[in-house]
């Protein structure tokens, strides 16, 4: 089998096509049909016609937090903070931009005169998270005086129609830093249009972290550390889908991080935890049939978990293809339709 670098996931993308705004309906974006040979233009409301009777979906049903704060030091130099996991209590795991780090032990002023002691690095000494405890309920804290946090390529300061378009139909579970942006397209009249075709839905939390949107720094993909998320498959979902497969229907995953939900339940049998899961080409699927999904960063994780899914040929091809068509990228873009290849064709 073919070995890959970081590199061969590369691929030039005018900045025109990076989509700073949703489309003005859920539903009103466009779909890229890669289950065929060759590529397919369609609309996302086309996507009901390509499941069958008996197909299940299963979609992540975190919840994105305000999770973006903007306080000051002790000295008046201004802080950013974005909490990526709230720990327990009071106490949270924050990336931090500042111009001189703090030093243990300090107090770091936030709104609503909440005080934010710094304790250490997280999950370690060497982590890559500043460990901090908040004077105030952190998930209050930032639904009081959170900034929703959009992906560093959108460029407009977030807004009250981000805090609503940045986030699922279904959102529930509080906890995410990012949305899981291909079920972004989903609104009440899909989900009708779905149910009347017979096709069953299910859910799965992961709550998705910034380190998604990092690219890979590492020429050899073996050299890179992968971020850990939260996850948890439910006991009804673990129903659903021995049903599914008993009956002949296909398992459909909604966006790159219920795939990584799935497949990490799959590979190491633990219903809920922390995963660290990094799929590549040649790796085995074990639950996940078909996917839907948006248009991934250069270099990404995630360029290379759909080319494991699909194929390597196959997805540059679409993505050269989504470029020339001018498809929108990323977070607020357009989805494409994926399934799965054998790895032994990949």
């Given amino acids: 089998m073919r070995s890959y670098s970081t590199s061969d996931f590369d691929f ?5 096509l990076i989509a700073q705004y949703p489309a003005a309906d859920r539903s009103g974006s466009r779909l890229l049909d890669g289950s065929g040979p060759v590529p397919r233009d369609r609309q996302f409301l086309d996507l009901p016609s390509l499941l069958r009777e008996g197909d299940l979906m299963i979609f992540n049903d975190t919840q994105v937090v305000k999770a973006r ?32 780090k703090p030093r243990v032990g300090d107090t770091l002023h936030l709104p609503g005169n909440t005080q934010a002691v710094l304790l250490g690095r997280w999950p370690d000494a060497d982590g ?6 908040l004077s105030t309920e952190p998930y209050a804290l930032m639904a009081a005086h959170g900034h929703v946090p959009l992906p560093p390529y959108i460029t407009h300061t977030d807004t009250a129609d981000d805090v609503s378009r940045y986030q699922t139909v279904f959102a529930s579970k509080p906890g ?3 949305a899981p942006t291909a ?3 989903f609104d009440e009249g899909i989900l009708a249009q779905l149910e009347a075709r017979g096709v069953r839905r299910a859910f799965v939390t992961l709550h998705v972290g910034a380190g998604t949107f990092q690219p890979v720094k590492t020429e050899n993909i073996a050299d890179h550390v992968m971020h850990r998320e939260r996850y948890e498959v439910p006991e009804a979902t673990q129903h659903a889908i021995a049903e599914c497969r008993a009956r002949g229907g296909r398992i ?18 633990e219903a809920r935890g922390d995963t ?8 085995r699927f074990q639950v996940v049939d078909a996917m839907v999904t948006n248009f991934h960063l250069p270099r990404s994780t995630l360029m290379m978990m759909i080319s494991a899914f699909a194929g390597y040929e196959h997805v540059m091809a679409l993505y050269a293809h989504a470029v020339r068509e001018k498809y929108r990228f990323f ?13 032994e064709d990949v």
């Fill in 276 to 283: 660290g899961i990094f799929i590549t080409p040649g790796f």
């Fill in 183 to 185: 079920a972004l397209h």
């Fill in 69 to 100: 704060l903007f306080g000051e030091k002790a000295t008046g130099g201004k802080l950013e903070l974005l909490i990526e996991r709230v720990l327990g209590g009071q106490d949270v795991a924050a990336h931090m931009k500042v111009s001189k």
């Fill in 128 to 133: 890559p998270l500043f460990h901090l405890r």
């Fill in 252 to 269: 459909v995953a909604v966006g790159t991080t219920s795939v990584r939900t799935l497949e990490s339940w799959a590979q190491s049998s």
């Fill in 331 to 343: 977070s607020y873009g357009d989805a494409m339709w994926l399934e799965r290849r054998e790895a």
């Fill in 12 to 16: 030039a993308l005018p900045p025109e």
């Fill in 176 to 178: 995410a830093v990012a």
